[in-house]
């Protein structure tokens, strides 16, 4: 198989700041990459490198088997590399399917007299939330008044709509309670059975094993290591993630506060 | 996959099972500019019966053109206002762009302007236009600078300039006469063309007119059934022709009233109008909805009949104060008052402020510090009491206690009744119609009780026939809903012709309005009221808001604008140019600015330096009226232009009414605050019911 994203040896400096080091990994379609790393890892800076908000300063960053340096995000998102942010690039005010056509509305007719198509664009955003396994009740009703679990949906099935070819989700899961974090996981796991390069960005390596196939770990900008599914288990993960015998550590003073309690 | 993704097109136009149906009503609460409509419909009221000019041609055509510049202005702000950003500057903008025309056209004599022929110097003015909104926007999306801020500076640039510049090249404040100019007479018509209507004769008007409201009415009426009745299978021929017959009767009576004359004529055609509607209505009802099959028995339980009871006493109360007080005393209520009341009224106040002071706390004088909060508390409400009794009593004539009274008791009275019949309605569909009719009842006495009493004209006929009306459509009402389903499901076709229902209504209601708006007839020229003359500004008006609403509402860059208001990162992040956006925003204004200087300058072909000074704030005032968030991201055009026609009322209603002119920005302040608060309660029940 081909791979979608090939990073070699990718580096970030800001100034004499290294904020990402020696980053290998690799994405393929109809994959999962899971980025794990705890706060200040890196994370954010890899996300702003491979959606082209920021170019990188050392190593190579593979496209499709051709060599890119984006500098904007429109560029990324013209190749099919899309980001589903934190803070959601939703407006809350307006509908769904105003909201998941922003920026790129279906129109009629010609300018000066040229005008959305609004039963198209509505037909459109419940079938595409269709797709994805989510049925949205009414498609006028304002982002605002949706969960965070579907609000979430909404961007994703945006972003594959439009042609994403890598869909990048920014700590999808962070701001939602149990549940609704069991529902993106789902959106993430349809989106690369559809055959997405999906790169999902958490801290927390219990949501990422389920649906990764391939996990980077990331600590204090340094690659911890960029393991398959089969080579790695759940709790050798968390250990990595969190800087390994320092968890142990915390693990084991906490069973000691415990019992000294009881 | 679920069986939705399997088949997607089946689910399209019909709305899912999960979502609760919303009746008519409250879908129709969810637009942001149903407070302002609520609101210019109550103004109109009010000032139609204070004042004998402004209900007449003459007056709403002084109205709507007092709105067109006003609205023409408040429509662009609405638009940056929901794009998220402010325009001081936009007040100022329209005088110093109107004086930017004059200069380029006015002659160059000793003193004075450019000389330029006006198919140069207005296209010239729209490029200075531009420039302007270019210059707000740039500088606002470049510095990152509050709009609020820049454009302020903007605005005492443009004073400074106005006032300094036209003194340089003409030494004169008020920059006149346009008419100099060359190719003033092409201009002329398109922005300051007036059109009178007063020799335009037409007799037939009023049938015309009450033919529109009725059936307008009716339509409005079919809508709402449509609306909320549950359709029947099968439908009922027989009810299609008591409907048609209905139809029939109404127009022959509407006729009738018109072509003959004297009072048992009148009374014979009111009768034959009401019947006929009733039966029509019935006839609907009939034709096309479902029967309730449950019980529907009458059950009214004690709470409803104390209602129903104090509803009806409350009215006789009014009636009575009515009849007792003097129709013609035009003396305050406090100089009818024996000698020292004022001081028995006080020391009541007082008194009274005391007793519940003291009942708040129960604790009575336990704790020291309690025993002067008490105090405080009496002292403080007793003189509020007692200023507002006395100032009341002071500034309110016998005539106006009677009209005070007698509305005030007779409007409670009917809200406790419709109370009533809220409440039996929760027990059974027949009850409710029960209470319903006697509503009717009341309110078709009230309104006799009104012609009869009454020594103005205004009220005995307008306002009765008005009332009557209610009480049929009241009585329709009452029948109907003891007969039919109510709609629980959401019904895409039915929802569809409720909604055509409304808009043919509409159009019949407008097509009255204007035939009255725009023809006299030879009784009104013979007493000299009619005098209505329209002027361009109007279609400009019109012509603005219509293109903005498209705009908003159907275009990409009407979503952009609420999008960059919304949430502009967001916006910026799917590739909306935010930046662009805010600022062709910014060019609207400044180019909506141009026009309304055009307007003036031609209308008035002197302006003052000061012109449009201070304006800015009456414009955001029209647009927040109208359900424009100050916040941006939410609001509505077709709510800025209402706003402005709002506006309009306000200040040229109180010169109408002959009271000084003096109070209008107080009354100002008062319906702006009334209008928000209006609005905030609007839209929170409308989101609770989402």
């Known amino acids: 198989m081909s791979n979608l994203i090939e990073l070699d040896n990718v580096g970030k400096f800001y100034g004499n700041i290294i904020a990402l080091k020696g980053v290998t990994t690799t994405v393929n379609a109809g994959e999962v990459t899971c980025v794990l790393g705890d706060n200040g890892a890196g994370k954010s800076t890899l996300i702003k490198i491979l959606s082209g908000v920021h170019d990188h300063s050392e190593g190579t960053y593979v496209f499709e088997g051709e060599e890119c340096a984006f500098t904007s995000p429109r560029q990324a998102l013209d190749r099919g590399i899309a980001a589903v942010y934190q803070d959601l690039a939703m407006v809350p005010l ?143 993960l968390t250990q990595l993630m969190a800087g390994g015998a320092e968890l142990e550590q915390l693990q084991h003073e906490l069973e000691q506060a415990v019992s000294g309690r009881g | 996959m679920t069986d939705a993704a399997a088949h997607p097109d089946a689910d399209e136009g019909r709305p899912d099972e999960r979502l609760a149906y919303r009746g008519v009503f409250t879908r129709m609460l969810v637009r942001p500019e149903i407070g302002a409509v609520i609101g210019s419909a109550a103004i109109w009221l009010f000032f139609w019966a204070v004042s004998e000019q402004f209900g007449t041609a003459g007056g709403l055509s002084g109205v709507l053109d007092v709105s067109a510049t006003l609205g023409i202005m408040a429509v662009a702000v609405a638009l940056l206002m929901i794009g998220g950003e402010f325009d001081l500057s936009s007040g100022a903008a329209t005088g110093a762009l109107g004086i930017v025309t004059i200069l380029l056209v006015k002659d160059i004599g000793e003193l004075g302007g450019a000389g330029l022929n006006l198919f140069i110097a207005i296209p010239l003015s729209f490029v200075v236009a531009m420039a302007l909104g270019w210059y707000n926007g740039t500088v606002v999306e470049r510095t990152g600078l509050p709009s609020f801020i820049v454009t302020l500076a903007t605005f005492f640039v443009l004073r400074g300039f106005k006032l300094g510049f036209s003194k340089l090249t003409i030494d004169n404040i008020s920059v006149g006469r346009i008419d100099e100019g060359r190719g003033f007479d092409f201009w002329h018509p398109i922005f300051a063309g007036v059109w009178n209507r007063n020799e335009h004769v037409w007799d037939t008007r009023d049938v015309v007119y009450t033919i529109g409201i009725l059936l307008g009415l009716a339509l409005f009426v079919l809508a709402v059934y449509e609306g909320n009745y549950l359709r029947k299978k099968q439908m009922n021929p027989a009810g299609l022709l008591m409907f048609a017959g209905g139809l029939a009767g109404t127009g022959a009576g509407v006729v009738l009233m018109h072509f003959t004359d ?22 609907v009802a009939l034709w096309r909805y479902e029967p309730i099959t449950d019980d529907n028995s009458i059950h009214l339980d004690s709470r409803v009949l104390e209602l129903a009871g104090l509803g009806i006493v409350v009215i006789v109360v009014g009636v009575v104060c009515a009849l007792v007080v003097d129709v013609d005393g035009q003396q305050t209520i406090l100089d009818r008052l024996p000698a020292g009341v004022e001081w028995l009224i006080t020391v009541a106040a007082f008194a009274l402020a005391g007793a519940i002071a003291w009942r708040r706390r129960s604790g009575g004088w336990a704790a020291g510090s309690e025993q002067w909060t008490v105090l405080f508390q009496a002292v403080r409400a007793g003189l509020v009491g007692a200023v507002s009794i006395l100032a009341f009593m002071f500034m309110t004539t016998e005539q106006g206690l009677r009209a005070i009274l007698f509305v005030g008791l007779s409007t409670t009275g009917l809200i406790l009744l419709a109370m009533a019949a809220l409440r039996a309605r929760k027990s059974s569909p027949l009850s ?111 012509a603005v808001t219509a293109v903005a609403t498209f705009v908003l509402g159907r275009t990409k860059f009407g979503s952009w604008i609420f999008a960059v208001g919304g949430n502009k990162e967001a916006a910026r992040q799917v590739g909306v140019p935010a930046a662009k956006t805010k600022t062709q925003l910014f060019m609207i204004v400044s180019g909506a600015a141009w026009l309304v200087g055009l307007l003036l300058a031609f209308r008035l072909q002197t302006l003052q330096s000061g ?80």
């Open chain 2, 432 to 542: 409710g119609s029960l209470i319903l009719a006697l509503n009717s009842l009341v309110i078709a006495a009230l309104a006799l009780f009104i012609q009869a009493e009454s020594g103005h004209p205004k009220f005995r006929t307008e306002i009765f026939s008005v009332m009557m009306f209610g009480a049929v459509l009241v009585l329709a009402w009452a029948l109907v809903s003891s007969r039919c389903q109510q709609r629980k499901a959401a019904d895409h076709d039915a929802d569809r012709l409720s909604t055509l229902l409304s808009a043919a209504g509409l159009v019949a209601v407008l097509v009255g309005l204007i035939s009255r708006l725009l023809w006299t007839t030879t009784a009104e020229n013979d007493s000299g009221v009619a005098f209505a003359s329209f002027r361009m500004s109007i279609l400009w008006f019109i």
């Open chain 2, 262 to 283: 004297g009072i048992s004529n009148d009374v014979l055609s009111g009768a034959v109008i009401a019947g006929s509607m009733i039966l029509g209505l019935i006839g």
């Open chain 1, 94 to 236: 307006m509908s769904v399917w105003r909201n998941f056509f922003l920026g790129a509305e279906p129109t009629i007719g010609r300018w000066p007299i040229r005008w959305v198509n609004k039963t198209k664009a509505k037909s459109i955003a419940k079938e595409e939330m269709a797709k994805m396994g989510i049925d949205i009740r009414d498609t006028e009703q304002p982002v605002g008044t949706l969960s965070g679990g579907e609000r979430q949906s909404v961007a994703i099935a945006r972003a594959v709509y439009f042609g994403a070819k890598v869909l990048i989700l920014d700590e999808p899961t962070s701001a939602l309670g149990v549940k609704q974090s069991g529902v993106v996981l789902r959106y993430i796991v349809e989106a690369r059975n559809r055959g997405l390069g999906v790169i999902f960005i958490t801290h927390n390596p219990s949501h990422a094993y389920p649906v990764g196939d391939r996990f980077l770990i990331l600590n204090r900008g340094h690659s911890m290591g960029n393991f398959a599914k089969e080579d790695i288990t759940l709790s050798e």
């Open chain 2, 611 to 690: 012109t449009g000074n201070g304006l800015e704030f009456e414009y955001i005032i029209a647009a927040v009226v109208g359900g424009t968030a100050l916040t941006g991201g939410y609001g509505s055009v077709l709510g800025a232009a209402i706003g402005a026609f709002i506006m309009a009322m306000s200040k040229q209603g109180i010169g109408l009414a002959l009271w000084n002119s003096d109070w209008r920005f107080a009354f100002l302040g008062v319906i702006l605050l009334g209008a928000v608060m209006a609005n905030n309660f609007i839209k929170a029940k409308a989101e609770a019911v989402r």
